[in-house]
C-alpha cells in the first residue's frame, strides 16, 4: 500500500510472507513508526522485536527473515544502495543483521514496499516472485542444489530485468556461516542468516517491481547530490602500489597520529578499492595475522606479495559499481582459475586468506573468494575457520587422520582450498567446520577453545582492536558483534560528525598515539555516536564508504529532510540512532543474551599482550570501554540493560 500524502522517500507499507501457510499480505507502517526509526534497519528492528517470541529457534518457523531496503534509497541521492537482510542469528542467538550493496535495494521499494518479511517454514524449496500486480511463492525445485551464480543466471533469464537475492549450497546445508548473495557475488554475509533462509526452503528473492519511488523536493535532492558528487570526482594523483606499505610502516613508527580525513581513504577507494588496505593495514597492525598470534613481522611487505594491492587490479576488466554509487570500488576481473569471471576480492577476505592463514598465493585467494560466494559463504568466517583448523592442526588436536590425510599447515594454498571445498560440502572435517569456530571447538573440546576466537559466536573481522581499541569495543557490544562495520575510532574521525551532532566530541588535528588507548567520557562518546550514526546510515540505506567522506562532504541529515519533508535537525536522526540502537538491545534482552558476554577475549583483546611487532604490549580493557559505552546510553553501565522506560518508550510505538 502506498500512502499518497505522506510517503515520500518511504512507500508505507511492508509485505509479510508466510511460509508455512503460503499466504502474502501487505500490511501499512504508521508515519509514526517512519519517524522514530527510519526504514530499514530501523523497521526491521521494530518489525522484529514483536514478532519474533522470545524461543523462536533461529533455525525453526517461528524465526523472522526480513529484507530491507532504506529510506533514502531510489531518491535521487548518493550511496544510497544498501539493503540488509535481518532475523534472530543462528551464530549468536540474539540479534542478527548483514548489509549488503549491489542493485537488489531499490527493487524491495519499486515493489511498494520498504521490506518483505518471511516467516513460517515452506514444505518444498520455493522462491517469493513479486512485480506490480503479482506476489507468489513458486516452486524452486529445480534450482536447489545450484550455487548462487546459476541460480540468479537462470530466474534473470526467465524474469528479464528482476533483481534477484539467493542463497547457495552453504545456506542449503545450513551451514551457519552462509549469507545471502546478489549481482553474482555481492554478499550479504554476516550473522548466518542464510542458513535461516535455507532452513525456511526459501531458495530466492525476484522482484520486478516499477513503482515510482516519491521524494518531497526533488531540486534540493539534486542540489545536495551534486556538491557531494564533486567531492567524490576529487581524485589528485596517487602514490603506486608498492608504496602502500612503506606508508603503513611510517604511520606505525610515527609516535604521533593524524585525525584522519576520509577524503583521503575516498582516493584510495576510487584508485584500487578495499584492496588498497592491504599493506598498509599489515604493516601498521590493524590486520590481525596467523590467527590474532602473529604480527607485520611475519609477514613484512618485502615478502607478502599477495597482498599488493596491484596485483589484483591488474585482473580488473572493469570497474564495479552499486546502484546510485558514482565510486565505483569494486571490480570485474578474469583470473584464470576455476571460474575466469569473478568479483574482485575485497580486503577482509584478502587478509582473511592471506596473512591470516600466512598464504601468499594469489590465485588461491581469487578462487577462494569465487568458491565461498558461489556457495553462499561468508569469507570472514571461512577464513578464521581455516586459521583454527590450521593452529589445531599444528597443536595436534587435528591429525591427518582427520584430514584424510591434507597436512593443514600455515600458508599451504592446496590445504586452504581443500579445506574450503570440505566446509562447502560439509564432508567430513568439513562438517564439523561448517557453522563456525564456535561450534567447531564445543564440538572438539577445551583444548580447540584456546585457538577459536570470536564475538558471542561471529568471527571477528580482519581489523585488530589491539591497534584501534575502538574496534575491539564496537565488536563487544553491539547487538550484533564482531562486525568490521559497528565502528572505531578511525571511523569517528572520518565520519567527522561533530561538525554537525552538539555532542560528538571534536577531534584535534594532531593527538600523541597513546590517546587511543585511553578510557574515559569522550571515548565513550565517540562510541555511542559511531553506533548511533551507523543506525541512521543503516536506517537510509546508505554506504559507509560514502559517509567515511564526511557528514559536512555527504550531506545524509539534508538528503533525509529533502525526500521526506521533515524538518528534523542533525541531533533528531542521532536520537532516532539511539532508540535504534535500544531496540536491538532489547531485542537480545528478550532472547537470553547476556551483553557482556559478546566482550572479546584472549589474544584478539591483547591478553596476554604480543612480544613483538606492531601491537607489541598493548590490552584492551574491554570491561571499562564497555561499561562507559552503555553508560553514554544511560543503560545499567554492569549489565548493558536499557531502563525498563527506555524499553517501553520504545516499544510501545506502533
Known amino acids: 500500500m ?36 527510519l526504514s530499514g534497519m530501523g523497521l526491521a528492528a521494530h518489525v522484529l522485536y514483536h514478532r519474533i517470541p522470545e524461543d523462536a529457534d533461529p533455525l525453526g518457523p517461528d524465526n ?8 533514502l534509497t531510489g531518491t535521487g541521492s548518493l550511496f544510497t544502495g544498501r539493503w540488509m537482510v535481518t532475523g534472530k542469528s543462528p551464530l549468536t542467538g540474539g540479534w542478527g543483521e548483514a548489509n549488503c550493496g549491489g542493485h537488489f535495494s531499490p527493487a524491495i521499494k519499486r515493489c511498494g514496499v520498504d521490506g518483505i518479511f518471511f516467516t513460517g517454514m515452506s514444505p518444498k524449496p520455493v522462491y517469493l516472485y513479486v512485480d506490480d500486480t503479482t506476489a507468489q511463492l513458486r516452486d524452486a525445485g529445480s534450482t536447489w542444489g545450484m550455487d548462487t551464480v546459476e541460480t540468479e543466471t537462470f530466474l534473470s533469464a526467465r524474469y528479464p530485468g528482476a533483481r534477484v537475492a539467493c542463497i547457495g549450497p552453504a545456506g542449503e546445508r545450513l551451514s551457519l556461516m552462509a549469507g545471502v548473495s546478489t549481482d553474482q557475488g555481492r554478499m550479504a554475509a554476516r550473522s548466518g542468516l542464510g542458513a535461516v533462509m535455507g532452513a525456511k526452503r526459501l531458495k530466492a528473492v525476484v522482484l520486478a517491481g516499477n513503482k515510482r519511488i516519491h521524494v518531497h523536493n526533488k531540486e534540493a535532492m539534486k542540489h545536495i547530490s551534486r556538491i557531494c558528487n564533486k567531492w567524490v570526482q576529487f581524485q589528485p594523483p596517487f602514490l603506486p602500489g608498492f608504496l602502500t606499505a612503506p606508508v603503513g610502516t611510517l604511520l606505525r613508527i610515527m609516535p604521533w597520529a593524524f585525525t584522519q580525513d576520509g577524503l583521503l ?20 597492525g590493524d590486520s590481525p595475522v596467523q590467527n590474532w598470534k602473529g604480527s607485520n ?7 607478502s606479495l599477495s597482498a599488493h594491492p596491484d ?10 559499481h552499486c546502484y546510485s554509487c558514482p565510486l565505483g570500488c569494486g571490480g570485474i576481473c578474469r583470473t584464470s582459475g576455476r571460474h575466469p569471471r569473478t568479483h574482485k576480492p575485497e580486503y577482509e577476505t584478502v587478509l582473511s586468506f592471506g596473512g591470516f592463514v600466512l598464504n601468499r598465493d594469489v590465485d588461491t585467494i581469487f578462487d577462494v573468494n569465487e568458491a565461498l560466494n558461489r556457495a553462499g559463504m561468508d569469507t570472514i568466517s571461512a577464513g578464521h575457520v581455516v586459521a583454527f583448523a590450521m593452529e589445531c592442526f599444528e597443536k595436534k588436536i587435528i591429525t591427518l587422520q582427520d584430514t584424510a590425510g591434507m597436512a593443514l599447515e600455515w600458508g599451504n594454498p592446496e ?47 580482519m581489523h585488530d582492536g589491539r591497534n584501534d581499541p575502538g574496534f575491539a569495543l564496537h565488536y563487544s557490544v553491539e ?30 588535528l594532531v593527538y600523541a598515539k597513546a590517546r587511543k588507548y585511553e578510557t574515559g567520557p569522550d571515548k565513550a562518546a565517540m562510541g555511542s555516536a559511531n553506533s548511533r550514526f551507523l543506525n541512521v546510515l543503516n536506517g537510509a540505506g546508505v554506504c559507509q564508504f560514502g559517509a567515511f567522506m564526511g557528514i559536512d562532504r555527504i550531506r545524509i541529515f539534508d538528503w533525509l529532510n529533502a525526500a521526506t519533508g521533515w524538518h528534523m535537525t542533525p541531533d533528531d536522526y542521532m536520537a532516532a540512532g539511539t532508540r535504534i540502537q535500544t531496540l536491538k538491545q532489547a531485542f537480545n534482552l528478550k532472547h537470553g543474551i547476556a551483553p557482556r558476554d559478546f566482550a572479546l577475549k584472549g589474544r584478539p583483546a591483547g591478553h596476554p599482550p604480543m612480544t613483538h611487532g606492531a601491537n607489541k604490549g598493548r590490552s584492551i580493557d574491554i570491561d571499562t570501554l564497555m561499561a562507559d559505552y552503555w553508560e553514554a546510553f544511560g543503560w545499567d553501565k554492569k549489565t548493558g540493560r536499557p531502563t525498563d522506560h527506555q524499553i517501553a518508550e520504545i516499544t510501545d510505538v506502533s
Open 64 to 71: 523472522m527473515l526480513g529484507f530491507v531496503s532504506g529510506l
Open 265 to 284: 581513504y575516498k582516493i584510495l577507494l576510487r584508485k584500487w578499492g578495499t584492496v588498497s588496505m592491504n599493506q598498509i593495514s599489515v604493516e601498521m
Open 479 to 508: 547487538p550484533a558483534p564482531g562486525r568490521h562495520t559497528n565502528g572505531a575510532w578511525l571511523y569517528y574521525e572520518m565520519y567527522r560528525l561533530w561538525k554537525k551532532v552538539t555532542d560528538a566530541p571534536k577531534m584535534p
Open 311 to 320: 596485483l589484483f587490479t591488474r585482473k580488473e576488466t572493469r570497474k564495479y
Open 415 to 461: 590445504a586452504i582450498s581443500w579445506l574450503v571445498d570440505q566446509m562447502i560440502s560439509r564432508q567430513g572435517i568439513g562438517h564439523i567446520l561448517a557453522d563456525g569456530v564456535a561450534k567447531a571447538a564445543g564440538r572438539m573440546g577445551k583444548k580447540a577453545q584456546r585457538f577459536a576466537f570470536h564475538a558471542g559466536g561471529q568471527e571477528l573481522a
Open 2 to 37: 502506498n500512502l499518497p500524502g505522506r510517503s515520500k522517500g518511504f512507500m508505507g507499507s511492508i509485505m509479510v510472507v508466510d511460509l508455512s501457510a503460503q499466504t502474502i499480505e501487505t500490511q501499512p507502517v504508521s508515519l509514526k513508526v517512519y519517524r522514530t526509526f
Open 297 to 303: 613481522r611475519n609477514w613484512g611487505f618485502f615478502k
